[in-house]
C-alpha cells in the first residue's frame, strides 16, 4: 500500500537554488494561479520528489545532483537537448552560426510574473552561469554575450558549429539573482524568476511545485501539484524509494556500484565517456599500429555488459552513439574484438615473436605494460581487469595499478604511467578540447608533445579544429581518428532512475533532462490503491 505524504514537503534535486530575503535584490510576487485554471486530470495520481537538506534551488548556486535535476523543471533556456543530443530552439527563436559568433534571436515569452524576457535577461543569464561551477564547461568555448535588439550575440573563442547545443543555460530575469547570502544556509536564498514548466511556492524546505499552464513546450502537465520531500546525505535514497517518502530517484552510479531496487526502473543516458588513454612518451605506443591494435582487440561490448553490469553504451568512437550528428558515419564503429586484424597491425610494426616471458615482443621491444586506475570504483576495476584479459589474447601483458583518487589523479597529470582508465563527462556539443588543446584537463594523457613537427597527434588535433570550424565532416573526422586512435573510446556510463510502482506509464528521461517527458507521466490515484 502506497504510504500518505504530506501535501507541503521539502525540495532536493538541482545544486545551485535556495530561498531567502536577505539579498540586495528582492524577488517580485509570482502571480497566484487560479484553481479552476488546473491541469489536473481526473484520475491522476499525486507525485513527490526529494530534495536535498540545506540546498537551493537556485540554478546557478545549488550544489547537490538532487536539486540541480529539478532545475529544468523551474528554468527554461534558449535551447532544450533532446533525445540525440540535438540543440531545440526554446526561448530561442532562431539560431545562426557564422565563424566565431552565434546569434540567438527571441521569442515573444513571459516570465512566470508576467514580464517579458528580453536580450538584456539573456545576457545577465549568461554572465551568472559562466561565472557557476556547474555551467561553466559548457561555456568555457565563449568569450562574451551582447544584446542587439531582440537578439543576442556570442563571441566564441574558436569556432565550434555545434556551440548551440551550449545553450542550455537557464534563462532568469535581470536582477533577480541573490549576490547577499549565507553560505552555510543555502535554503534561504530565493530562486530567480524563470519560465519553467513549474514554479516554486512557498518557501524550502515546505514549498511545492505548481504547474505552469502557459510553459513554452506547449505541454499540459498532467501533474498539477508536484511536492518535495527532503532527504540527508545520511538518508537510503532507495530505502527512501521503497517506502514512499518520493515516488522518484535517480541514481548516477557514479560510485561504481549497482544495488537492486524494489521498483520500475528507468535507463538514464548520460554524456559520461569512459576511455583508455596512452602515455605517447612509451615508445609502444609511440607507433599508430600498436595503438590501434589495443583498439581492435577490445571487446567494448563485452566491457560495458559485464564490467559495468550493463550500466553503459559501448562505442569505438570518441562522440555518443545517439548524437545526432554521428549517426550512419562512413567508418568502422564495431565494438567487438577483430583479433585477426590486430594481429595484422602488430606484426607489421614488427611484434612478431614471444619472449621468455612469454609477452609478445620485436627484436627491440616487448609489448609489457602498465594500467592504471582508480581504486574503489567497482565497474572500472573490473573493466581493467576485462581489458587486461582482451589483451593477453595475443600475449600482450598488461599489469594493473590501483590507486586512491588523489594520488591517481597525480599520477595522470604527472604523465607516471603507461595506460590509465579515465572517465570524463563531455558537454552537449561534444567537446573534446579536454583531448586536443594544450590547456586541456585531459591533455597529458594523450599529447606530450603537441608543438612536434608531423607529429601523428597533432594531425588529430588540426583534423578537430577542422571538424569545429565546418571544413571536416565528422565521418572523416572519425576515420582519421580510427587510424590514429590517439586514445581509446570505450563506453558512454548510463544512470538508473527509479519510480515507483504506482506508475502508470514508463519514464523516458534524457540526458540532460530527467523529466523530459513529464507532461506524459500518469500516477495511479488513490482510489486504485489497494
Not at 1 to 26: H, N, R, W
Not at 394 to 404: A, G, P, Q, R, T
Amino acid at each position: 500500500m502506497k504510504k500518505k505524504k504530506p501535501l507541503i514537503l521539502l525540495l532536493v534535486l538541482a545544486l545551485l537554488f535556495g530561498l531567502c530575503s536577505c539579498g540586495e535584490t528582492q524577488q517580485e510576487e509570482k502571480p497566484d494561479i487560479p484553481q479552476d485554471n488546473t491541469v489536473q486530470q481526473p484520475e491522476q495520481g499525486s507525485l513527490t520528489l526529494p530534495i536535498a537538506h540545506n540546498d537551493t534551488l537556485d540554478p546557478f548556486k545549488a550544489e547537490s545532483e538532487i536539486n540541480r535535476s529539478l532545475i529544468p523543471l523551474l528554468y527554461d533556456s534558449l535551447v532544450y537537448i533532446d533525445e540525440n543530443f540535438q540543440p531545440v530552439e526554446l526561448i530561442a527563436q532562431s539560431i545562426s552560426i557564422n565563424g566565431k559568433t552565434l546569434s540567438v534571436s527571441l521569442r515573444s515569452v513571459s516570465f512566470t510574473d508576467g514580464s517579458t524576457v528580453t536580450a538584456s535577461d539573456v545576457v545577465y543569464s549568461y554572465e551568472q552561469a559562466k561565472k557557476s561551477e556547474y555551467y561553466s564547461a559548457r561555456l568555457s568555448n565563449f568569450s562574451s554575450a551582447e544584446a542587439s535588439g531582440n537578439a543576442v550575440n556570442f563571441s566564441l573563442k574558436s569556432a565550434d558549429i555545434f556551440a548551440a547545443a551550449c545553450l542550455d543555460f537557464p534563462i532568469v530575469k535581470k536582477g533577480t539573482v541573490q549576490t547577499r547570502y549565507e553560505s552555510t544556509k543555502l535554503y534561504d536564498i530565493v530562486p530567480p524568476t524563470g519560465t519553467g514548466r513549474y514554479t516554486l511556492y512557498g518557501t524550502l524546505p515546505n514549498a511545492t511545485l505548481t504547474a505552469n499552464p502557459s510553459n513554452l513546450r506547449g505541454q499540459v502537465m498532467g501533474i498539477p501539484v508536484i511536492n518535495l520531500f527532503e532527504v540527508t546525505n545520511a538518508d537510503g535514497m532507495a530505502y527512501g524509494l521503497q517506502i514512499g517518502n518520493y515516488d522518484v530517484w535517480c541514481n548516477s552510479l557514479a560510485s561504481g556500484a549497482y544495488s537492486r531496487v524494489n521498483a520500475s526502473q528507468s535507463i538514464v543516458p548520460t554524456n559520461n565517456l569512459v576511455y583508455l588513454a596512452f602515455n605517447s612518451d612509451k615508445s609502444i605506443f609511440q607507433q599508430a599500429e600498436v595503438r590501434r591494435a589495443v583498439s581492435l582487440l577490445l571487446n567494448r561490448e563485452e566491457i560495458a555488459a559485464t564490467g559495468f553490469q550493463g550500466h553503459a553504451s559501448p562505442t569505438a568512437l570518441p562522440f555518443n552513439p545517439n548524437w545526432y550528428a554521428a549517426q550512419n558515419i562512413a567508418v568502422n564503429t564495431s565494438v567487438k574484438s577483430q583479433k585477426e586484424q590486430a594481429l595484422q597491425l602488430l606484426e607489421s610494426a614488427g611484434y612478431n615473436k614471444i619472449n621468455t616471458y612469454g609477452y609478445r615482443c620485436s627484436n627491440t621491444k616487448s609489448l609489457n605494460c602498465t594500467l592504471t586506475v582508480c581504486k574503489g570504483n567497482g565497474f572500472k576495476s573490473a573493466a581493467a581487469e576485462q581489458i587486461k584479459k582482451q589483451l593477453a589474447a595475443v600475449n600482450f601483458n598488461v599489469k594493473i595499478i590501483e590507486l586512491d583518487y588523489e594520488n591517481y589523479v597525480k599520477a595522470v597529470e604527472a604523465g607516471e604511467f603507461d595506460m590509465y582508465l579515465g572517465e570524463i563527462k563531455l558537454t552537449a556539443n561534444m567537446n573534446l578540447n579536454a583531448f586536443f588543446n594544450t590547456s586541456g584537463k585531459a591533455n597529458s594523457v594523450i599529447i606530450t608533445d603537441i608543438d612536434a613537427e608531423n607529429s601523428e597527434i597533432n594531425i588529430t588535433c588540426d583534423a578537430y579544429k577542422k571538424l569545429c570550424s565546418g571544413e571536416c565532416s565528422v565521418s572523416d573526422f572519425c576515420q582519421l581518428f580510427d587510424s590514429e586512435a590517439p586514445f581509446i573510446p570505450l563506453c558512454f556510463r548510463t544512470a538508473a532512475m527509479f519510480y515507483s510502482r504506482d506508475f502508470k506509464s514508463e519514464i523516458n528521461p534524457t540526458c540532460y533532462d530527467i523529466f523530459y517527458d513529464i507532461y506524459n507521466w500518469k500516477i495511479k490515484p488513490q482510489s486504485e490503491e489497494k
